[in-house]
């Protein structure tokens, strides 16, 4: 039987009291770069963390290619945001993406040769073959990004969860990241971004999740991205974001 | 030879702080490491009074049993909405505060005076030894804090890359299914065994002096974090013997010249590391900018 | 008259409760604006650093006066402050390692200067060890004068000042925009935690005047959402322990005053937790369980609103 590679039925999620995620119900369509849009507090990130366990969820079912989290995780990749970060320890930016490893290592094994040699192989993915040996503070904000998107190549998986791989990064590095998302999904991948700039979602994305604490929609970019939707998914604040967005909602209206 | 095992039990106790140390640095968990350092005072009490000794196997787990309720009390509190430093110095200043009652309430019955737990008594170390048969053993404190040395090695060298990714990024390490919260709850329980078992010859104040100060020495000298524990090892052992032979020329407390001296070697860090010293980078600054300014001459 | 009223009529047992209660006043109130500004474990670091300070201004004087031992744990407090804030500023030390390092290096001086001096056979030296774990059992007319009079210096230039430490604690990078002398103030704060410390580990010890410094203050921020009234309370709850803890040790226990006083702060810290309206464990398990179940019925309602849609619809 074939199974979408991400499902998710009936998701809600609570910080302390305040619901932040209210009955999410999606199923993500295999092979496409889905982008997860909304306001700030909406709870996109939560909807990540939620889905990956990182959070308790108050309801809700997510599988993944048809099984729960928990034995598919060799199968996911995560990029996760990079403020909550210590960037002066002391490790080196391939033994940085030799984490994207560990995982799949189990609990005894060390990383060994073949982990290193995969992990410049998704180093030079990256463009960041040379900076393998550098401390990891000692890269810009850009070359970080690059770093952490490596470790998630190096988790060799078919679903990828970013959490705002865009955020402070230079245009080329944003650039390089969108054109190795791409590559992915040639390879029949799935990838779940969450992202801000709504000029550039029709460019980067096939699907889109809109998300303001309840599910607003979810569907192909065509048909979903709109600015009915959008009006939705912000309310008031579209004032500001209409301006921001004026020729892409154009096309819509 | 008494010297040699005051300066042996000196270095053990530097390593194996240092290594457990090295992740409360790097957690940015160093006052809990403080507070575990205080609050191991009344389980050690406690466990004097059921047992009646002070070397048991039975002593080391109960001091590590109230490390882990330090912990979770501090946790507690903090997750009611209160800052994490603030709970950290409610609990343990209760705790330290039990266990001063309870040593001025059973003075008599306990061989454990005030100045123990201040200074510890490394002094006294050589002479209560370990008698198996009629062999003579080397001294108990030896035994024990080179068995707590023993267990944190093993441990963190058996599951160094778990404790590596969820100091680094625990958010990433849940994600790919380690168990972050058992790794917490390991390293607080090796903190908690290393204090009680270095207690003894350091006492608790200056346990957390070897548990930081050698930790963050290294973390100035390199970014690797397998040489920032190498390193932390050896600095932790030099202060030990440096300290011990400072203590004898001003004839003053042995465990605190070692941390004075793990201290003075601290300094000697901040101000010359080739990578992160004070005074170095200032001198970098000073020629770039004189580069900068000589330029348009040549 | 009741037993435990007997020791208002020992002029010795007066002046103790009268320095364990103004302690727990003045710890309360400074330690109200540390823990507003996040720095509750910095009169842990303070109270250790005194150490050297006082043995040094021992050595150099040969005597035990309490000017010149304040003005020498005033000197290492400031150095120490110094040392914390240089390290964090200018390495990757992190303010936690550096606390720690400053407090455990300076105690650590401290034991060797104070061992030196007690090996160096000085005979005026015996008592200078009072001040590791309090002796408030020791306390005299004089100490409490002293007490006295610092706690109404400090009531007096936090009532003075109240604004400025307001501001300062709240967002001191607008206080410096409105043109306040912000270090002055910051060193000013500084200064009279020193004070406290000072006064307070000969009654209470190093390691927990921390705890009067925190404890209390904490405990007050339970029931207020106003400063000016955290304060008060802070200082109530700081003088209340005081009281008690001197009670129970006068009361035939013979357990020193310094660990009781800071069991009663911290009794009156459980208290709060739990208790204390709207922050309280149990206030908020109540507000919890009431919007869980508000939950729970809201989704009930869409759900049936769903399905009746759902029926409209077919």
């Known amino acids: 039987m074939n199974h979408s590679p991400l499902e998710i039925r009936g998701l809600s999620a609570a910080y302390q009291k305040k619901p932040v995620l209210r009955d999410i119900s999606f199923t993500a369509p295999e092979g496409s770069l889905i982008g997860i849009i909304g306001p700030n507090g909406a709870g996109k990130s939560t909807l990540i963390k939620a889905v990956l366990g990182l959070i308790p969820r108050l309801s809700g079912d997510v599988t993944i290619y048809g099984k729960p989290y928990a034995q598919q995780r060799k199968i996911i990749g995560y990029v996760p945001q990079r403020e909550s970060i210590d960037w002066d320890f002391p490790t080196s930016a391939l033994d940085v993406v030799m984490m994207g490893r560990y995982g799949h290592l189990g609990w005894f094994r060390r990383p060994g040769g073949q982990e290193r040699r995969m992990a410049m192989e998704c180093l030079a993915k990256v463009g960041m073959s040379d900076y393998a040996g550098r401390q990891i503070s000692q890269l810009s904000g850009g070359q970080q990004q690059r770093v952490f998107l490596a470790r998630a190549l190096a988790q060799d998986a078919s679903l990828y969860f970013m959490d705002e791989p865009f955020v402070g990064v230079d245009a080329a590095t944003e650039k390089a990241i969108i054109t190795l998302l791409n590559e992915l999904k040639q390879q029949g991948k799935t990838v779940l971004v969450v992202h801000h700039d709504l000029n550039t979602v029709k460019e980067y994305f096939d699907w889109v999740v809109l998300l303001n604490v309840q599910l607003v929609a979810s569907g192909s970019v065509d048909s979903t991205f709109t600015a009915d939707n959008l009006q939705r998914t912000y309310g008031g604040r579209l004032a500001i974001l209409e301006r921001d967005a004026h020729s892409e909602l154009i096309n819509q209206t | 030879m008494s010297d040699l095992w005051i300066i042996v039990t000196g270095a053990l106790v530097a390593s194996a702080c240092g290594i457990v140390g090295c992740f409360l640095v790097l957690r940015k968990m160093a006052m809990i490491g403080d507070a575990i350092s205080h609050s191991v005072l009344p389980g050690i009490v406690i466990a004097f009074l059921v047992s009646g000794s002070r070397d048991s196997l039975f002593m080391l787990l109960g001091a590590a049993g109230i490390g882990l309720v330090t912990v979770l009390l501090i946790q507690l509190i903090h997750q009611s909405g209160l800052q994490s430093d603030a709970s950290i110095g409610v609990v343990f200043t209760a705790l330290f505060a039990i266990g001063i009652i309870l040593v001025s309430v059973y003075t008599r019955d306990i061989d454990l005076d005030l100045d123990c737990v201040l200074y510890g008594e490394i002094a006294y170390i050589p002479w209560n030894t370990l008698q198996l048969g009629s062999l003579d053993m080397g001294p108990k404190a030896v035994w024990g804090i080179g068995l707590a040395l023993l267990l944190s090695v093993a441990l963190i060298g058996i599951f160094y890359k778990q404790f590596k990714l969820t100091s680094f990024d625990p958010t990433f390490a849940a994600a790919v299914g380690i168990p972050v919260a058992l790794f917490h709850y390991l390293l607080m329980s090796l903190v908690s065994v290393t204090t009680v078992a270095s207690f003894e010859s350091v006492g608790a104040i200056l346990v957390v002096g070897m548990l930081v100060v050698p930790p963050a020495t290294a973390y100035l000298l390199t970014d690797r974090l397998g040489r920032m524990m190498i390193y932390s090892v050896v600095i932790g052992c030099i202060s030990s013997a440096a300290g011990y032979y400072a203590a004898q020329f001003l004839d003053a407390s042995i465990a605190g010249s070692m941390v004075s001296t793990a201290g003075f070697l601290f300094v000697i860090a901040l101000l010359f590391s080739p990578r992160h010293g004070v005074l170095l980078r200032k001198w970098k600054q000073r020629r770039i900018l004189a580069d900068a300014a000589a330029e348009p001459f040549v | ?314």
């Open chain 3, 1 to 314: 008259m009741p037993d435990w009223f007997i020791i208002f009529l020992d002029p010795n047992a007066r002046w103790i409760l009268l320095g364990c209660m103004l302690l727990g006043f003045s710890s309360g109130i400074i330690g109200s604006f540390s823990y507003l500004r996040k720095q509750s474990l910095m009169g842990d670091a303070l109270a250790h650093a005194a150490l050297p300070g006082v043995c040094i201004a021992f050595m150099l004087s040969g005597s035990k006066s309490i000017g010149l031992f304040l003005i020498g744990a005033a000197a290492a407090g400031f150095i120490a402050t110094f040392g914390i804030g240089y390290i964090t500023r200018h390495t990757r030390i992190k303010q936690d390692s550096a606390l720690a390092i400053v407090l455990s290096v300076f105690f650590g001086l401290g034991t060797v200067l104070l061992t030196h001096i007690q090996h160096s056979g000085n005979s005026n030296q015996s008592g200078l060890d009072k001040f590791l774990f309090g002796q408030a059992a020791s306390l005299v007319g004089d100490d409490v004068m002293v007490m006295s009079v610092t706690s109404l210096l400090l009531a007096g230039i936090c009532t003075l000042l109240y604004k400025e430490f307001k501001l300062l604690s709240f967002d001191p990078g607008f206080a410096r925009g409105l043109g306040y002398p912000v270090a002055f103030l910051d060193q000013l704060m500084m200064f009279l935690m020193v004070v406290v410390v000072v006064v307070g580990i000969q009654a209470v010890g190093i390691v927990l005047m921390a705890a009067l410094l925190i404890t209390p203050a904490v405990s007050a921020r339970y029931w207020t959402e106003k400063l000016g009234v955290m304060v008060v309370l802070a200082g109530l709850f700081g003088a209340l322990s005081g009281m008690a803890g001197t009670f129970i040790s006068a009361n035939g226990s013979n357990l020193p005053t310094g660990p009781l006083t800071v069991l009663a702060s911290t009794a009156v810290f459980l208290v709060s937790l739990g208790f204390a309206p709207g922050r309280g464990l149990v206030s908020k398990l109540l507000i919890h369980r009431t919007a869980r179940r508000r939950y729970t019925q809201q989704l009930a309602s869409t759900a049936g609103y769903e399905l009746e849609r759902k029926e409209k619809a077919l």
